[in-house]
């Protein structure tokens, strides 16, 4: 059997059709286009299965890894950042759409599972996994297995609260990880101290500005007060970042340095990696669910 996975992101959806040995037969990329609404999503998967599906004669499962979560008591998905899906059915509407069987996860939840199993902690037992991106998401995997939790929230570590008086998040709540560690939001706050309206690329190359410096230390100090956090309550094996942000170099060390002062233990040494999948590790976790 084939596997077709997508992966709906805030800004590009990507699919991907893998053969029996996770080996690529084809991948396609296309814009989401979120400000479309719902249904353009919809159609926009319908059409990259569709697409995917005639690159083989060989039956094919369907697996879709989404921003946000099923509710488990409803079905339909919440606390996404692709804020067009909030209350959609969406596993349904795809079935309907496909007329065959379609498997939902988190996308930072396939992230973690496709690093565990092929990436850069496939020899760690228990793995946070980080969506650092459009939004702020996390995943548990323990023993190549994903941890949903009790209400399919397990690792949503971008809104717990660092900043009780903090940033205003759309989830309704204040100081969320997200209002500080997604990539609007520093580029945002790069904005608010610059003057510049830049992208995270361009914001690294103005290391020789004393702007920078405040910006890189906030980032610092955010990045290790929501990851130390997590530490304290997990203890796991491996932390692995992934989305955009995640190709920013300082994170692996001196981010790494910053996170271990804010734990509680008297000897700290967890790793936190970069992921060896690139931005397509939710696409391959997508195939694996």
């Not at 959806?13 to 037969?25: H, M, P, S, W």
């Not at 459009?134 to 009790?150: A, D, L, Y």
């Not at 007060?225 to 203890?235: H, R, S, T, W």
Request: charged share 20%.
């Amino acid at each position: 059997m084939h596997k077709i996975g997508i992966d709906l992101g805030g800004t590009k959806t990507e699919g991907i059709l893998l053969d029996e040995k996770f080996e690529i037969v084809e991948r396609k990329r296309l814009p989401t286009n979120q400000q479309e609404g719902y249904s353009s999503i919809i159609n926009l998967i319908k059409n990259l299965v569709d697409d995917l599906k005639q690159k083989t004669d060989d039956s094919i499962s369907i697996g879709v890894c989404t921003p946000g979560a099923l509710s488990k008591q409803s079905g339909v998905i919440k606390n996404s950042n692709t804020q067009c899906l909030i209350g959609k059915d969406i596993k349904n509407d795809l079935e309907n759409v496909l007329k065959q069987k379609v498997s939902i996860e988190n996308d930072a939840n396939c992230f973690t599972l496709a690093e565990s199993k092929l990436g850069s902690a496939k020899n760690f037992d228990m793995v946070f996994g980080v969506i650092m991106g459009t939004g702020v998401g996390g995943g548990i995997v323990i023993k190549q297995q994903i941890h949903n939790g009790r209400t399919n929230i397990a690792g949503e570590w971008g809104h717990h609260c660092i900043k009780p008086e903090g940033n205003s998040c759309y989830c309704g709540k204040s100081g969320c990880v997200e209002t500080y560690l997604s990539g609007p939001a520093l580029e945002k706050r790069w904005n608010d101290l610059s003057g510049k309206r830049q992208t995270i690329s361009e914001i690294l190359q103005n290391s020789d500005e004393s702007m920078f410096t405040t910006w890189k230390n906030e980032l610092l100090e955010n990045f290790a007060l929501a990851l130390g956090n997590v530490i304290d309550i997990l203890d796991p094996d491996a932390i692995v970042l992934g989305g955009g942000l995640s190709n920013i170099p300082f994170l692996y060390d001196e981010g790494q340095s910053y996170v271990h002062q804010q734990v509680f233990t008297d000897q700290i040494d967890t790793p936190i990696l970069k992921n060896k999948l690139g931005d397509s590790a939710g696409v391959f976790g997508a195939c694996m669910i």
